[in-house]
């Protein structure tokens, strides 16, 4: 008698194990970046190989940040993976808006992933969402201007010798300008590298008590030389121009150097789009000595929101999408200089990718910044470029609002700095630290 | 004499005309025009206007990477869906404060009007688990009422001004032959307002196909429309502009015909009431 039942409810638990594996469709939330419309177009591997559908909602990445917030705060259940950066992750995964991704299986290799990359997606030791690509930031600069201007980068430069070079290859009759940086205002934009800029100079955000720190000299020091050197060798109108502006005018030729994103480097040594692909070098992003270098650290990694029903197969595109074999597959497909970089230790291993002009200037940026230890002085915050709290992008983005107008020469820079010091002051006592 | 003059006018005015129409539709033609070069020849300076090797393969990603009838669909059944149904609402609305209007018509109407006072935004989180909770996240239906509840203010004011313009008398004299109230709308006040209509139905189906928060903000990957597939496109880590351009291009073909072949109306219907 009890056999039968004991058998009967045996049946019923191996039917509804088996009805978990059945084949689903989960829902990806991404942006529009070369990488992820790579991953779109081999998704076929991944249905191939698990059975699941992929259907993908692929969006402007402000939008996107502002449409999944929405989803994950509210609990909508919208999606079942979401492309969120280094930012969100710590901030959601403290939350417990994320699915910590801690029983990944062995053949993923979660020792693999870059130290950095793992220590920046993770909260209190745990891993809330596996790097896609990463990316940290360096010089890109012509070798024909550098030659010209009878200079000879090294691989690790300092502020000072990046703004000698810049003056002295600037030439604005023909259009030549030393340096390109960004303006554009906004917490992704032009604070993204002056926060990592002014680490090398050292100065911070905030001291251990959160007291903001724009009124100390250091951070005269960051931003009246960022003005400076690009009222002197900088394009007109710097005070508009973001990644892709800057990227335009490297492309065409205007450029002596562009400090700005690794992933950079794939387009501006493509001959389809650059006139300049076989004149490009890379150099670390530059420092003053302090052991600090201005160059950042982000990643775009995959996550699953806790809300989602469909966690099983969330996680396993995400073991697919991360994994060794999907460098490999995309490799076959579209060549070694296409694999997402910036992820995976065992990459940058790989004889085959080492032959690749920008990985190993990638790979060193990417080790030599430091989440955990941004600055010379200690912080109570984690984050290069950014500061992991919450309030951080609204801040951010009303001080590079008076940065970028600062360098357009609507204020001095003691002005903007002034007026940061009080903003920041203002939002941080209302946010209540 | 007297007629030299009024001819130079006439041309001048023709000239200005050209000119300010020109002007305004600069954006949409460059967006065209760049959608036909190639992500070097989009980024290209000096810009080229013409004279350039002119190219499909940006139209041909598009379709390739996309499933283009899908937000197609969808826009056409939001923006249509959201236009009639508030046109269904509307018209009994305008007819109750045109023709028998209360102390508070003037009140409840700048009421209506000051819901367009404050940003979307502002409202997102409450209509967001409004959604959740009645299942309609990514669904057409959600993204037809919400839009309908956005321009029913606006179809409303328009429908007023019109019905305002029709001389109570003809609705009086239909009542006095019997007709009944829902006779009198169908029969008597509808047809003669139908210019009126057209035009309402015409700038709601604009405004709809156009709205770019709500329709972004509520779907997904099921009920997403055009604005969603423009949004796909914009990249602020890579040069996508020709590939953008062609998005865009079929994103506001499909209105831009339907503006093209109807401008007469919404043009008499924009102007309807403004001369006495």
Not at chain 2, 95 to 109: C, E, H, Y
Not at chain 2, 143 to 154: C, E, R, T
Request: hydrophobic share 45%.
């Amino acid at each position: 008698m009890y056999s039968k039942y004991a058998f009967r409810a045996a049946a019923t638990l191996s039917l509804l194990m088996t009805s978990s594996a059945f084949a689903e469709t989960i829902t990806i939330a991404t942006v529009n970046n070369g990488d992820m419309i790579r991953m779109q177009g081999l998704t076929d591997d991944f249905t191939a190989k698990t059975g699941h559908d992929v259907e993908w909602v692929t969006l402007e990445e402000n939008v996107l940040r502002q449409r999944v917030t929405t989803d994950i705060t509210t609990n909508g259940g919208q999606f079942d993976i979401m492309t969120i950066g280094m930012y969100e992750t710590p901030i959601w995964g403290k939350n417990g808006w994320l699915v910590p991704l801690n029983d990944l299986p062995a053949d993923y290799d979660v020792d693999d992933i870059l130290p950095a990359m793992r220590g920046g997606l993770s909260y209190d030791g745990t891993l809330y969402a596996a790097p896609f690509y990463g990316e940290s930031s360096m010089i890109m600069y012509r070798t024909d201007l550098m030659e010209k201007a009878g200079l000879e980068m090294p691989e690790a430069p300092t502020w000072e010798f990046v703004a000698n070079a810049a003056r002295a290859m600037t030439d604005k009759d023909n259009e030549i300008y030393g340096i390109c940086l960004r303006g554009k205002a906004g917490w992704g934009e032009n604070m993204a590298f002056l926060t990592a800029t002014s680490n090398a100079f050292g100065a911070r955000w905030f001291d251990d008590n959160w007291t903001a720190q724009f009124d100390s000299k250091e951070w005269a020091d960051t931003l009246n030389f960022y003005i400076d050197l690009m009222n002197d060798a900088g394009p007109p109108g710097a005070s508009n121009n973001g990644f892709n502006e800057n990227l335009s005018l490297f492309q065409q030729g205007k450029c002596g150097m562009w400090i700005d994103a690794t992933v950079a480097a794939s387009f501006v040594t493509n001959p389809d789009d650059s006139s300049v692909a076989d004149k490009v070098d890379f150099a670390l992003a530059p420092d003053t000595g302090l052991e600090r270098r201005s160059n950042w650290l982000w990643a775009w990694a995959l996550g699953i929101p806790a809300g989602t029903q469909k966690e099983g197969p969330a996680k396993e595109f995400i073991q697919w999408a991360t994994s060794k074999d999907y460098i490999e597959l995309v490799a076959e497909n579209e060549g070694w200089a296409n694999v997402p970089p910036g992820a995976r230790t065992s990459l940058y291993e790989n004889p085959n990718y080492q032959e690749v002009p920008f990985a190993e200037m990638t790979l060193k940026s990417i080790q030599s910044a430091d989440p955990l230890n941004p600055t010379v002085e200690p912080v109570p915050y984690v984050g290069v470029q950014f500061v992991a709290i919450p309030e951080f992008a609204g801040i951010a983005s009303q001080v590079g609002q008076e940065f970028s107008a600062a360098l357009a020469g609507q204020q001095t820079a003691e002005e903007a700095l002034e007026k940061a010091q009080a903003l920041t002051t203002e939002e941080m006592e209302a946010a209540g630290y | 004499m007297a007629r030299s003059i009024t001819q130079r006018r006439k041309a001048i005015n023709t000239a200005a005309a050209w000119a300010v129409g020109l002007l305004i539709f600069f954006p949409i033609l460059w967006t065209i025009l760049t959608s036909f070069k190639t992500e070097a020849q989009a980024i290209n300076d000096p810009p080229l206007f013409l004279f350039f090797d002119w190219t499909l393969e940006n139209y041909a990603v598009v379709q390739e990477r996309s499933d283009y009838m899908r937000f197609l669909w969808n826009s056409i059944i939001v923006a249509g869906g959201s236009t009639i149904l508030g046109i269904i609402i509307a018209v009994p609305a305008a007819w109750s404060m045109a023709f028998v209007p209360s102390n508070r018509t003037k009140d409840i109407l700048l009421w209506m009007l000051s819901t367009k006072m404050l940003p979307a935004v502002g409202v997102l989180y409450p209509i967001y688990l409004i959604f959740i909770r009645l299942g309609l996240l990514d669904s057409r239906i959600g993204l037809v009422v919400v839009l309908m509840l956005i321009n029913l203010p606006i179809i409303i004011w328009m429908l007023y001004t019109y019905f305002k313009e029709i001389p109570g008398e003809i609705l009086e004299a239909a009542r006095m032959d019997g007709a009944t109230l829902k006779e009198e709308i169908l029969y008597v006040l509808t047809p003669m307002a139908v210019p009126g209509i057209a035009s309402t139905l015409l700038l709601n189906i604009i405004l709809a196909w156009n709205e770019a928060f709500w329709t972004l903000n509520l779907t997904a990957a099921k009920a997403a429309p055009l604005t969603a597939f423009i949004a796909s496109y914009s990249s602020p880590e890579g040069l996508f502009y020709a590939k953008l351009s062609a998005a865009s291009t079929m994103a506001i073909a499909p209105i831009l015909i339907l503006g093209w072949f109807s401008q007469k109306q919404l043009v008499r219907g924009l102007t309807f009431g403004a001369v006495k």
